[in-house]
């Protein structure tokens, strides 16, 4: 079973930076990486993700521009930096590995295998 562990986040003001990091414990062929979040009382709702080769990378309108996506293969990992935050972007974030990517599966929560536990990210105004 594949474990993900992730670091960062954090208490940062309006307009600040922070980075996220996901680790695998073990690599599952060729598989995409997203980053979600969930604020509290709110569905969980997709930020970004990104392909193996990182050819593809993919953003939520509201993170666009802002939100940068990287992986690192070699070492099992992938980032999320983010620049400029909001508010609004007060939420747990969460990192997921699709196994078995295919057109899209990369907004379904349910194509995801595995999760990682979430890690606060409160960005005060």
């Known amino acids: 079973q594949v474990q993900l562990v992730q670091s960062g986040g954090g208490l940062v003001q309006t307009g600040g930076s922070l980075t996220l990091s996901c680790v695998a414990s073990?690599?599952?062929?060729?598989?995409?990486w997203g980053w979600w979040r969930q604020a509290p009382g709110k569905e969980r709702e997709f930020v970004a993700a990104i392909s193996y080769s990182s050819l593809s990378t993919y953003y939520t309108d509201f993170v666009e521009g802002r939100f940068t996506i990287s992986r690192d293969n070699a070492k099992n990992q992938v980032s999320l930096q983010m620049n400029n935050l909001k508010p609004e972007d007060t939420a747990v974030y969460l990192c997921g590995a699709d196994f078995h990517p295919h057109s899209g599966s990369y907004l379904k929560i349910s194509e995801y295998d595995a999760w990682g536990v979430g890690t606060q990210v409160t960005v005060s105004s």
């Open positions: 073990r690599t599952f062929g060729r598989f995409d």
